[in-house]
């Protein structure tokens, strides 16, 4: 008989000789009225000295009876903590992560998050003739299971693929299906400036609002600081989107600075700033904005002062990087002692990344002092490993604690 004591919820204290697999609670009532009762819960299986204070708090109603809301102790190992999401309590949903072969890092530090995590292999294999020969490991084995699928789609090349498969899995009677992407990469291809021009981020967004549902459901994705707000509501009621964010990643890598308390931070243009303003509303902010002038575009500081500061530059994404070294050259014009930069998304076509120097210790306006990104993008972490001024952030533990929601 299972002695994993039942979730927070509300009882009559008339039931509570009736509380399930337990001896009746010792309540202890104080002399005045008050909010909190002391409450101790013992476990017959494991004798008197199994007691764990849980905490009481005293609701009133319009009956004669006393209602309480019981909690668990924060520190039982017996209660899953909803709080931080630790994957290793028990009864932590067990999951089978498959993965593409650009994302097969990844996906081990995922693994190795949580040992609710089992990882599973697919086979990518080609034709004669190129196109795809792929084949599930175990298929069998997974019915039942809740099962993800670890993407990349840093080609277009690499897509079918790989559409292959997450079209496969939700079919193969698992329990539930979850696609983590964590660049959804046609996100700056949403416009439609004249008639004829194609929205791909649309397209892409209908596709996998059509991953069949599995036997518990619509498939759920996982993306990464989507590059435009409202590319959210591209997708259709069969799949359901869940959007996390790489800032919170900064934002403790940020404490574990020296200067720590020396920061600002300052956005590129006012949509970074409308993206990530609240998350990093703590700092000093810095907005800058490009102004036309001719056949230029200029960049300029619209608000706030850089001077004396370590300023960090904070976008979703970087390509050419052009905006983010003129952002640069201002804020180092402008006083700023240190300047580095954050994006959640390195893209960098062309090995674009080697446009970055590293400041060390000379003027900021001749380098980074640290670009952090992701490694939502695993061919540019493979580049820039151990070349400053880059330094990469996992997603790992984020993408461990979202395949437990």
């Not at 764990?52 to 006393?66: A, C, F, L, N, R």
């Not at 020296?258 to 810095?286: C, E, M, V, Y």
């Not at 006083?335 to 400041?359: C, D, L, M």
Request: with cysteine; proline share 8%; glycine share 6%.
């Amino acid at each position: 008989m299972s002695t994993t004591p039942p979730p927070p919820h509300s009882i009559s204290s008339s039931k509570i000789s009736h509380f399930p697999r337990f001896k009746s609670p010792k309540l202890t009532y104080p002399n005045t009225l008050s909010t909190k009762i002391q409450c101790d819960l013992k476990n017959p299986q494991k004798g008197n000295n199994s007691a764990e204070k849980w905490t009481v708090d005293y609701v009133p109603g319009p009956d004669p009876g006393i209602h309480i809301i019981l909690k668990p102790p924060i520190s039982s190992p017996s209660t899953i903590n909803f709080a931080n999401n630790n994957n290793n309590f028990k009864g932590a949903k067990k999951v089978c992560l498959f993965y593409c072969s650009e994302m097969e890092e990844l996906a081990q530090r995922i693994a190795a998050e949580s040992d609710s995590i089992e990882l599973r292999s697919i086979t990518w294999r080609t034709f004669e003739d190129g196109f795809p020969n792929l084949f599930i490991s175990n298929a069998h084995g997974i019915r039942g299971q809740n099962v993800a699928f670890l993407a990349s789609f840093n080609s277009p090349g690499v897509i079918f693929e790989q559409l292959s498969v997450i079209y496969a899995l939700p079919k193969l009677f698992v329990t539930s299906f979850t696609l983590v992407l964590p660049f959804f990469p046609t996100g700056t291809s949403e416009r439609m400036e004249e008639e004829g021009d194609v929205a791909t981020a649309f397209t892409l967004a209908r596709i996998l609002s059509n991953i069949p549902i599995s036997r518990g459901g619509p498939t759920s994705l996982v993306i990464f600081d989507i590059h435009a707000l409202q590319e959210r509501f591209y997708f259709g009621d069969k799949v359901l989107p869940c959007f996390e964010s790489g800032i919170p990643l900064l934002l403790n890598r940020l404490h574990q600075l020296p200067d720590s308390d020396n920061i600002s931070i300052a956005f590129p243009d006012d949509g970074a700033w409308k993206r990530f303003h609240k998350q990093l509303q703590h700092f000093p902010t810095i907005v800058c904005a490009k102004v036309r002038e001719g056949d230029q575009r200029n960049v300029h500081i619209k608000e706030g002062d850089p001077k004396g500061r370590h300023v960090v530059i904070v976008d979703d994404l970087v390509q050419s990087g052009g905006t983010l070294l003129e952002c640069q050259k201002v804020l180092a014009r402008h006083g700023a002692e240190k300047v580095s930069a954050y994006v959640t998304h390195g893209i960098f076509p062309n090995k674009s990344w080697e446009r970055f120097k590293h400041n060390d210790g000379g003027k900021p306006d001749a380098g980074m002092s640290y670009f952090w990104i992701t490694d939502s993008c695993p061919q540019t972490v493979s580049e820039v490993t151990n070349r400053r001024p880059f330094e990469v952030l996992s997603l790992a533990a984020s993408i461990s604690a979202a395949l437990q929601i």
